[in-house]
């Protein structure tokens, strides 16, 4: 069973910085399109981010292109999320989500979801 | 590429067919999953390939479409599936989710 551990959310004042982290123990992600998928109070899914096997493809929502980083480094098996410029309406509960495969389409669906991050920007 | 579901939200009874309908603005083939997500909880995949059965996943649920119009169908409503419902396409970037449809059992 694959298990996603998502760390480093928090309170966040607007304009600041937050890097999120989302680590699979016992199991290698290097293998895997990875994602983050965020959800606002009582709101829908947002798809954010997707990286790559290897780290140097990614993609973006608009909403969040130029602001937010996603890397990852497979030798400590580790996605992260590195969010700048923050906004009120970045608030929500951050999710990694790990992709079926490591290219399309299974790259982008997704099977397992770690247990979410909550970040809240608020002065 | 926008995904509309419809309805929103329904309202049915234990052993009911349930369908829940995913609109995409335009082709994506059949590139789209499905979402199963309960409250606090992290959504878990129904389907992928708008009809391929994700492993573990009752076989009451069933997909089918492509091209623009996809449907969810639940054969028989369980208590268990109470629970707010996503499609997703994957056919370019970015990404996007439909906008949910909540099921709750009368």
């Known amino acids: 069973e694959v298990q996603l551990l998502e760390s480093g959310g928090g309170l966040v004042q607007p304009g600041g910085s937050l890097r999120l982290s989302c680590a699979a123990p016992g199991f290698t992600l290097s293998g895997y399109g990875m994602s983050w998928v965020r959800q606002a109070p009582g709101k829908g899914l947002e798809w954010v981010s997707i990286?790559?096997?290897?780290?140097?493809?990614?993609y973006y929502a608009d909403s969040v292109k130029g602001r937010f980083t996603t890397s990852r480094d497979n030798s400590k098996n580790t996605l992260y999320l590195y969010m700048e410029s923050l906004r009120a309406d970045d608030t929500a509960v951050y999710y990694c989500?790990?992709?079926?495969?490591?290219?399309?389409?299974?790259?982008?669906?997704?099977?397992?979801w770690g247990q979410g991050a909550l970040v809240t920007v608020s002065s | 590429i926008q995904l509309t579901q419809s309805p929103s939200s329904l309202s049915a009874s234990v052993g009911d067919r349930v369908t829940i309908t995913c609109r995409a603005s335009?082709?994506?083939?059949?590139?789209l999953a499905w979402y199963q997500q309960k409250p606090g909880k992290a959504p878990e995949l129904l389907i992928y390939?708008?009809?391929t059965l994700q492993s573990g996943v009752p076989s009451r649920f069933s997909g089918s479409g492509s091209g623009t119009d996809f449907t969810l169908t639940i054969s028989s409503l369980q208590p268990e599936d109470s629970a707010t419902y996503y499609c997703?396409?994957?056919?370019?970037?970015?990404?996007?989710f439909g906008g949910g449809t909540k099921v709750e059992i009368k």
């Open positions: 335009q082709g994506i083939s059949s590139d």
């Open positions: 989500a790990k992709g079926r495969g490591g290219n399309y389409p299974e790259s982008r669906t997704f099977d397992y």
């Open positions: 390939a708008a009809s």
């Open positions: 997703q396409h994957l056919n370019s970037f970015p990404l996007t």
């Open positions: 990286i790559g096997t290897s780290g140097h493809e990614t």
